[in-house]
């Protein structure tokens, strides 16, 4: 021991070639390792104070190339908890350049003056390293010294991606009740995932929103405050009492900074306590966005952990590491979003796990429910029906007559779809989808999608058709939100995806019974939403998605895509590969690439060296010959890269291929 002792240089929390994050006051409090201003120790609530003592979120960072780091603990007591590890109560963490390594922990007699000295590494060969000790949930302690090797250099750690702190306000969950680690918080996940910096102002059954808390977590200076209270609530009167008073202080100190409402996750028995205060909730915040709050969100805690996903808890109550990692998952694009920063890493959906028609139904039903909650597939038709309305194509010929619906959607939504009757009808409907564009009127264009043409050539051919936009994107409502903030929409159930999906559903509602025969075609989010809502409605015949979607293995750059195009929740349920397998079990889906796109999935937006992947074309229609293997004769899927498209479009050689398979 001497020898080691001997070869170490030891350093405490306030040398200033370390980093200590996550507590905001430490030099007010002289480096103390505590959450809170010592100044406010009589003002605050004595819980608060004593769980605050405790460094959650806390860490200490820097980089070294030390062959071996050895950490020097002091803690007030042994771990006492039931329902947390010693690890997860008094643990610290070592990440090694962003991966896990090792945990210095309490012992069983930890008393006041007694130190414990673990060896987190050693004799690693001597190459610079990111060193980041993630401190306890549950316990205070004091860093003693932190030893790296005599000679050893030490530099500053990685710079955040936004220099400023996620603020976190709120219970247990909020402080890290139950993680088997500190680095397994869903803070500390999150924010290893987008690089991004913490405070942990988590309170153990007394995260209640008190003025005096409000006026303190005010005073920081934050990127984003993330306000997730309300269990530790006994009543919604109670809660109601504190919740807009609490945000108000927020926006009041901090009028553009932006703040995140997370209303209860999922607990066992579904307290109705929770789902009234989940809706007061939901009611503040909508009031105050629609009073002109720009930059207030409001994420439904049940899109992070449902009611089925209990599991994922301890006690029923606080999430253990799986709900953790859910609930990192699920939130990571929305902050992403919020404080514009690129996503996470994308789901790895190279494996197909629907492999046959019964497993093609059971995961239908699983999305659905995911999509829209309990009240399952839309079964609702459009609120209004006009017909005998001019048609939004000018110029359309072998056209009877057109007729507009207007569908309403949960959170006040509403979208507009059209549909085309031919003079000479053949029986049969096609829904042309056209994404992100405000009108199918583009013939004129030089850069059109070539929408106008495609539904002349399908009228023309005696098909009905179906136009749908994307949400916000319809004509004279093209400066709605952008998509990420739809998930932040106050839906009751359910995912916002189904803002995308329904305004076909609806529509198809009110038309199934006039047509022997409904099929899908899109473009860019169209082709996304033709391929989603193709996995989901078996009505669909054949779908043709164009530069619409690929597996997101094989995106990288420009064509990530929007938020719905990659949302982590869904796709781990269901992977690209899986929808495509889903929209073609006896029937038909074709997919068309344009080489020279310029927007999403052309050759330009294939990196080949970055992903590991085969050059473009071989890279795109592999993954068309995986998919037709796991259908084998029971469906058919197919990969068209068309050589003619000049840009973003449905090219007229496009149309041709779409016709003649129409015609089969």
Known sequence: ?????????????????????????????????????????????????????????????????????????????????????????????????????????????????????????????????????????????????????????????????????????????????????????????????????????????????????????????????????SQNHPTLESLAAVYEPFLQTLRSKHPHTPILAITAIAAAGSPPRLAAMREHIRQVVSARIAAGDKNLTLVDGLTLMSQAEVDGTVDGVHPNDLGFQRMADRLAPTVAAILKRPPAALVDDREIVVTSAAAVERKRAELIEFIWGRAGFPKTRPAKIEKAVASPIAGLTGLRSVERFMIRMAAGQENTTHHLVPAQGNGRLVVLHHGHACSFDDAGEARGGGMANTAAQLLKAGYAVLLVHMPHFRPGDCAGPPHADLFALPLGEGSALQLFLEPTAQSLNALRGRYKRVDMVGLSGGGWTTTVYAALDPAIRASFPVAGAVPLYLRSAGSVGDLEQFLPAFYKRAGYPDLFVMGSMGRLQMHIFNRRDNCCFGEAQHDALKLGAAPYADAYRGFGETVQKTLGSNGRFRVAIDEQATHHMISPWAIEQILQVLGQ
């Open 1 to 229: 021991m001497l020898g080691l002792l001997a070869a170490l240089v030891w350093m405490t929390p306030d040398d200033p070639r370390l980093t200590v994050n996550g507590l905001p006051w430490l030099v007010e409090n002289q480096y103390e390792l505590i959450r809170l201003p010592k100044r406010l120790e009589s003002q605050l609530p004595k819980a608060v104070w004593n769980l605050g003592r405790s460094p959650a979120g806390g860490r200490i960072r820097f980089r070294t190339d030390s062959p071996s780091l050895t950490v020097r603990l002091e803690y007030p007591s042994p771990p006492d908890m039931t329902n947390m590890s010693d690890f997860g109560q008094t643990g610290v963490d070592l990440y090694l350049d962003g991966v896990y390594w090792r945990s210095a922990v309490a012992r069983k007699d930890a008393a006041p003056g007694k130190l414990v000295e673990t060896e987190l590494f050693k004799d690693l060969p001597a190459k610079e390293r990111e060193i980041t000790l993630y401190l306890p949930l549950y316990k205070p302690v004091a860093v003693r010294g932190i030893g790296v090797a005599e000679g050893a250099k030490l530099a500053a750690p990685t710079r955040f991606a936004v220099p400023k702190p996620v603020v976190y306000y709120g219970t247990s969950i909020t402080q890290g009740g139950c993680a088997s680690r500190p680095g397994m918080s869903y803070q500390a996940i999150l924010g290893r995932a987008l690089n991004l910096d913490h405070v942990n102002l988590g309170f153990s059954g007394s995260g209640r929103g008190e003025p005096v808390v409000a006026e303190m977590v005010a005073e920081l200076d934050a990127s984003l405050f993330v306000m997730d209270f």
